[in-house]
């Protein structure tokens, strides 16, 4: 009965690890602009909220934002680099 959980407190632990990594790890998004790679993360995150509030933008998922703004925060983006 031990090893049983044992075995259930190891893959419970596992399964809460994985899960919060996953959840800080971001997912990448393509600047064809820039042709470069971005992981979308907390860190891009603050950048995309400071672009926001710099150029008085309504706080909206970036990908559903049109082309032309997307085009824009890229280029705001790299000017940070």
Not at 46 to 65: A, G, I, M
């Amino acid at each position: 009965m031990r090893s049983i959980k044992s075995c259930f407190a190891t893959l419970l632990l596992t399964v809460v690890l994985s899960t919060g990594c996953a959840v800080h790890a971001g997912y990448r998004v393509y600047d064809p602009y820039h042709g470069d790679y971005h992981v979308w993360d907390d860190r891009e995150g603050v950048y995309y909220n400071q672009w926001v509030t710099e150029n008085h933008r309504e706080n909206r998922d970036f990908r559903k934002l049109n082309k032309d703004d997307q085009k824009r925060y890229w280029d705001w983006r790299h000017a940070q680099k």
